[in-house]
């Protein structure tokens, strides 16, 4: 099962175009030591409210309420939200939700994930007759773009920002939007290209940042990254515009081993910052195993769900963790890390049906993510539906070949250990250990051990004490929520161990063939010959 860890970079976020015109990154570059440039919406808001109230409809009011992603102004939008949730018109979900916030009406429970597909399908149909009426507008072709993403429609995304890119080709939120749908993709080497052939590069700190990110990602240093250093130490920039390079240039020095010099930079990007470097600062701290003094306000941006999810996720508060990472998947639909979280989480909280659905909405924007496709392999074998656990680990065995990761195996182990073969469960979560051993991922390693000891427990394996013993000295060793959570309810709980009474009568069997590297499977005949 995969949430625990992972390595972060500053890349760019990719969001709604109106909640991006709305944040620092919209702000001017250069330092104007008279004009802090921080943005005011509400004399905006105020022109566009009387222009509503002059003419009221649905899609204006539709636009209006996007605003509601900040508290402060949904005071003025009440008189909106009022009109919207009056309205005898079908309403998209997402706008009927914006209103009950601007009142403060509670909306559906936010474990709901029913139907997303049809939430974006909306999205389109409004944004495709927006386009219809101003084809030249580039924003809204990323914005559209966007969507399609989050529908696993990546060709069509790409041909609209395509579009975007031809209408607006030096445009920071294009050139960063295009970016991030190229890591998307899965494609950073292209994603770094389109930002250092920016004609702005060296004269934003946003595209800057960017290119630092994904030189992060691909392991490189980076061309402007030298460059970078010294603008950011200097008065060149106002401390609003640079908390994402800073964040990445300091994530840079903490992977090259010079601590001092990370937490000098992160205490640059943490003066004036935004969501993305709040999130980085949060994970950087965990990695370095070392405290940071978090500032409320930072956390009660609505923009900050991954920083809260990090915050309840390493101070051990499963259930805020959870609630962040399905907020974090509402600002970026199309991104797999939010759902593998909630997935995460789902599973170590033991409710497996929640956990296969998280995997199956993750994969709606992402289908071959092999880590929702091995988290959902494992939310399948742990409900007892193991035919269907063992074709997803089909797929990913004949995918992975001779590179098995340290996850599918010891998924593999899980599959074997619930089958009865306790000797090939154990053989198979002991190639997991040397895998993710030699892979450096300590706490997976700690937590593959603690979930063979819970199935060997499963299993009435004769030394599943012993694997207990094991499982408490790695802990110790590599500690981490993931880990403690297993193990105490593997200690405490032993109950909850116990084999469902009521199996399904499987009609096929299957086998590991290690030296094929085959999940090989045998249909079962009526008569016995």
Known sequence: MLGDRWNRSVIPRWRNSTIVASTLEAGPSRFTPEVVPRPNLLPLLDERLSEWNAHP???????????????????HLQKIAKYVLSSDQPLPIPLKEAA????????????????????????????????ALNPRNAVAY??????YAALGRNEQALRLLNISKALEPNSRFVIRAIARFHIHANDPERALAVVNHAVALKEDPWLMASSVA??????????????????????????????????ALATLEMFSGSQKKARKLFNIALVQPNDNSVAQALWAADHLKTTIEVQDKWLDDPLSAEARYYRAFFGGNLEAA?????????????????????????????????????????LVADPLN??????????????????????????????????????????????????????????????????????????????????????????????SEK????????AKEFPSTGVDVVLRSVTASPTN???????????????YDKERNLLLIEESRPFKE
């Open 57 to 75: 409809t649905i899609g204006g009011a539709a636009d209006l309420l996007a605003y509601d992603q900040f508290p402060e102004l949904r005071p």
């Open 100 to 131: 009950q916030r601007a009142l403060e009406i509670p909306s559906l429970d936010s474990s709901d994930l029913v139907g997303p597909n049809s939430r974006r399908i909306e999205e389109i149909h409004t944004l495709r007759h927006r386009l």
């Open 142 to 147: 990323v914005d559209l773009a966007r969507w």
């Open 214 to 247: 994904i030189s992060n990602l691909l392991g490189k240093s980076g061309r402007i990254a030298k460059y970078a250093r010294t603008l950011v130490s200097s008065d060149t920039f106002h401390p609003s515009q640079v908390p994402e390079l800073a964040s």
């Open 322 to 362: 959870l609630m962040a990472s399905k907020e974090w998947f509402a600002d970026e639909p199309f991104s797999s890390r939010p759902m593998t979280s909630a997935s995460f989480i789902c599973g170590l909280l033991e409710n497996y049906e929640a956990m296969e659905r998280c995997c199956r909405v993750g």
């Open 370 to 463: 092999v880590g929702l496709r091995n988290n959902l392999a494992f939310s399948l074998s742990s409900q007892w539906r193991l035919e269907e656990a063992v074709e997803i680990l089909r797929d990913l065995l004949q995918e992975e070949k001779d590179a098995l990761s340290g996850h599918t195996l010891a998924n593999l182990g899980q599959l074997m250990y619930r089958e009865g073969f306790v000797e090939e469960g154990e053989m198979l979560y002991r190639k997991a250990l040397d895998r993710l051993k030699v892979q450096g991922l300590s706490t997976s390693q700690a937590l593959a051990m603690a979930y063979m000891a819970r199935e060997a427990l499963l299993a009435n394996a004769e030394n």
């Open 467 to 474: 694997l207990v013993a094991e499982a408490k000295g790695l």
């Open 497 to 511: 161990l116990e084999v469902p009474s009521k199996k399904i009568l499987r009609d096929q069997k299957w086998r």
